[in-house]
């Protein structure tokens, strides 16, 4: 994915201002006092010129005068152009509050939209864009709408009317001076623009560039284990380096490009102002203006000189504002293939029965299950066995749709999920994860993740059914023990059975295993087993598992090859079929685990 902004189009671009326009005004008090404040802002500022010109033209009757009156006049020009100028600064603080208000308003709006948005997309999206990439546009493009906001939006009203008003009054207080004074502004305008779009572009390479540097870290960081134990800290440190280089060079490029523009304009408004002190000075020598009326022109320009400065960043703004605004709609209006169907009711479970009906699946084109069938009672176990890459964990992704099938139905209780709320299913459906994930929490806090308000003996319980109670009360802060990073601080097994707990907690009515003790000793599994079938007595219950010691129990066993059931039946059956079943039976089987599996059966 690339950060450049793909919208040209300009019906996009405009109806993107108008939606984030239209969030604007939802903060309509703030709106109007900033537009009200705007012009007073303008207007005491183009009214300091003035009062200077006038205050120098006194000035130059004090030294020629001798009365009393005109020393009044100096000193209360003097006052008016405090009062003017603590006014202009007051405005100006409270309009730019009111534009940096509306801005961080809808930044917090964004934010919390997207964040929703994330977590209902479905998982064929999140698996073909990377988190960091997520990440970067969550964050950049809110900020780059915000930004707008604060700064163009008011602003833009401001400097239209700051140099519209300012345009006119020095031309029509005299033409030729007039003309001379803002002939800086269409080449510092051209320049400020052009340098910001230069900025822009480099700006988008420079974010790539971070971006790049975002998932490097954010891959090693996450896989730090990997990456020590191949010792490749230098490979790690040559793909940081190099990235970092890159965007060291655009940063450099974007110093020059700022530096020679600031110049030029700098040079073009002092010989504009060398100009007007040249031609001003011969008028007023020939008494055609007076000094004040040429300070008047001087302070005008040094006055218009910031707001032409200033279009530059106008202009990057509204170009930021449309493209950040127009990808965060993209995702914002994106509609998941996973949501509630029109019409979908709450799933009623009365029993618990699961159905498979000739259930056919693939990611994206490929043939992942091939008319799978299958059902499951409440009460009983199916276990699911087969070679990697067979469909076993797709199938278990399909129950609490986390996809869709491509034909065929899955039902519980007669109601086909794909007609029932999400919510609603997935509180009925627990898929325990080989992968288990776990929070920057303290180990209860994880436990009781999909229900904070479980009693701390139900979190007990699940955590002794899961052959973790001893280990927990065994640490200084037991169950308040914080687990570091994604759990780095436990070991697989650990994690695995923490991840059992929760699921137990939630007490779901139909809970699937997904190789979830695959790193569980075996004596451990074989006590978390026995505990489970106590759970499982009134639950329907899936286990998906490449050791057959942890299946063997199961009221009936599938042998799964390249999305199909090949073998079907319970153990003793299977073996006696003597398939596939019996020959990875006897692959995995030591005679001693032969005695213990009766020994599990005997005491189901
Ligand atoms: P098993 O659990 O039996 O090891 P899976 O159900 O995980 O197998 O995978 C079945 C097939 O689907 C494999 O070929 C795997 O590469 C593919 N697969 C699994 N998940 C995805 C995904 N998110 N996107 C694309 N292909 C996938």
């Known amino acids: 994915m690339t950060l450049k902004p793909k919208i040209t189009n300009r019906t996009q671009i405009s109806g993107t201002y108008i939606r984030i326009i239209k969030m604007a ?3 309509k008090l703030l709106l109007v006092f900033g537009v009200i404040t705007i012009f007073g802002a303008a207007g005491f500022q183009l009214w300091i010129p003035i009062l200077l010109g006038s205050s120098v033209d006194i000035a130059m009757d004090v030294f020629s005068a001798e009365n009393a009156d005109v020393s009044d006049q100096l000193i209360f020009s003097g006052v008016l152009l405090l009062i003017s100028s603590i006014m202009r600064g007051i405005f100006t603080m409270a309009y730019n509050y009111s534009g940096e208000s509306i801005g961080q308003h809808i930044g917090y ?7 929703q948005k994330l977590q ?3 998982f064929s999206y999140h698996s073909h864009i990377h988190t960091g990439d997520l990440i970067t546009r969550g964050i950049l493009d809110i900020e780059g709408v915000s930004m707008f906001v604060r700064t163009a939006v008011l602003r833009s009203i401001y400097l239209v009317v700051l140099i519209g008003t300012g345009t006119y009054l020095v031309l029509s207080a005299d033409l030729v001076l007039g003309i001379i004074s803002l002939s800086f502004v269409p080449f510092a305008g051209w320049r400020a623009t052009a340098a910001r779009l230069q900025l822009r572009s480099s700006w988008f390479a420079l974010q790539e560039k971070l971006s790049i540097l975002s998932k490097v870290m954010d891959e090693n960081l996450g896989g730090i284990r990997v990456v020590r ?3 490749s800290k230098t490979h790690e440190m040559d793909k940081f380096d190099r990235a970092s280089e890159e965007a060291l060079t655009i940063a450099n490029n974007q110093v020059q490009i700022k530096s020679k523009n600031v110049s030029l304009i700098g040079i073009s408004f002092l010989t504009a ?4 002190l040249w031609v001003g000075g011969l008028k007023v020598i020939n008494g055609s203006i007076t000094i004040g009326e040429l300070t008047t022109f001087l302070a005008f320009m040094s006055i218009l000189q910031a707001p032409v400065r200033m279009l530059g960043m106008m202009v990057n703004a509204f170009a930021r504002g449309a493209a950040s605004g127009g990808r965060l709609f993209s995702v914002l209006d994106m509609s998941s293939d996973i949501e509630d169907s029109q019409g979908s009711t709450k799933l009623t479970i009365t029993k618990g029965v699961l159905k498979f009906k000739e259930v056919h699946f693939g ?9 799978v069938t299958f059902e499951v009672k409440p009460g009983h176990v199916v276990g699911i066995v087969g070679p990697p890459g067979s469909g076993k964990s797709t199938i278990a992704h399909l129950i609490p749709r986390f996809y869709d099938p491509s034909s065929g139905a899955i039902t519980i209780d007669g109601q086909n999920i794909k007609d029932v709320t999400l919510d609603s299913l997935r509180h009925a459906v627990s898929v325990v994860e080989q992968d288990s994930f776990m929070f920057t929490a303290s180990i209860d806090h994880n436990v009781a993740y999909g229900n904070p308000w479980a009693e701390d003996l139900d979190v007990e319980t699940a955590a002794r059914n899961t052959q973790m109670y001893q280990y927990i009360s065994r640490l200084p802060n037991k169950f308040s023990t914080m687990i570091g990073e994604r759990g780095v601080s436990l070991s697989g097994g650990q994690r695995q059975r923490l991840s059992i707990a929760r699921s137990i907690l939630l007490n779901p009515k139909i809970i699937i295993f997904d190789d979830s003790t695959s790193s569980v000793d075996a004596a451990t599994e074989q006590k978390i087993r026995v505990a489970l079938q106590e759970i499982s007595r009134d639950r329907t219950s899936i286990i998906i598992s490449h050791r057959l010691s942890s299946l063997m129990h199961a009221d009936e066993i599938l042998f799964i090859e390249k999305g ?3 073998e079907r039946g319970n153990h003793n059956k299977l073996i006696n079929n003597n398939g596939k079943y019996a020959e990875l039976y006897k692959l995995q089987i030591r005679p001693d685990d032969k005695n213990k599996s009766e020994k599990i059966k005997n005491e189901r």
């Open 109 to 115: 709006e964004l934010r919390l939209l997207y964040y």
């Open 564 to 566: 199909k059931i090949i």
């Open 229 to 231: 134990s191949f010792a």
């Open 120 to 122: 209902k997309l479905s």
């Open 273 to 276: 102002m060398g100009l007007v």
């Open 25 to 27: 005004l939802k903060q």
């Open 363 to 371: 990611y994206e084109g490929e043939h992942t299950l091939n008319g």
